[in-house]
């Protein structure tokens, strides 16, 4: 009875394992956002937002966001995405902070990546997603005063200089 109990282990493992890796392989590696690689710039008007993107490897992929009124730089950060052996983490160092922020993938699609970090005040949660192939949509949320409050924003794919 025992063979058959650890036989029938063994074969429900074998098919579930296959699935269970790839999962995990979705959650770990960076090259799942190649959808995001580029140069994407806010719609609108007001100061300028432009985000470049590195072509993700695996473990890696490089960031970085310059905001501009008026010619003039007023903002910028330096973003990457790392596969740090637990799944996926988003880590800002904007120019206004002293430290860099972890933010931990939560969700990822086909076009679609959210990372949260809860313990942060503001934001909390990080959304990418890709609407059509030239259109880049980004949110920032989080509580602030027990309510919700975010910030969408829409860029639109550019040549990058």
Known sequence: ??????????VITLFLLPSF???QDV?????????MSG??????????TTERWA??????????SQTVRNGKSVAFEFLRIVNNGQGLTYVAKPSSAKDETPFSIAKVTVNE???????????????????????LFAR???MRNGELKGMDIPMKRVKCE
């Open 1 to 10: 009875m025992k063979k058959r109990v650890v036989y029938g282990f063994c």
């Open 140 to 142: 920032i949320e989080g």
């Open 21 to 23: 890796v790839r999962a």
């Open 27 to 35: 959650n770990s590696k960076v090259n799942v956002l190649s959808w």
């Open 39 to 48: 140069c994407w710039e806010t719609i609108g008007t007001g100061p300028v």
């Open 55 to 64: 072509r993700p490897t695996e473990n890696l992929m490089l960031g970085s």
């Open 113 to 135: 990546a959210v990372f949260e970090n809860l313990k942060h005040d503001f934001p909390q949660r990080i959304i990418y997603r890709l609407d059509k192939p030239d259109s």
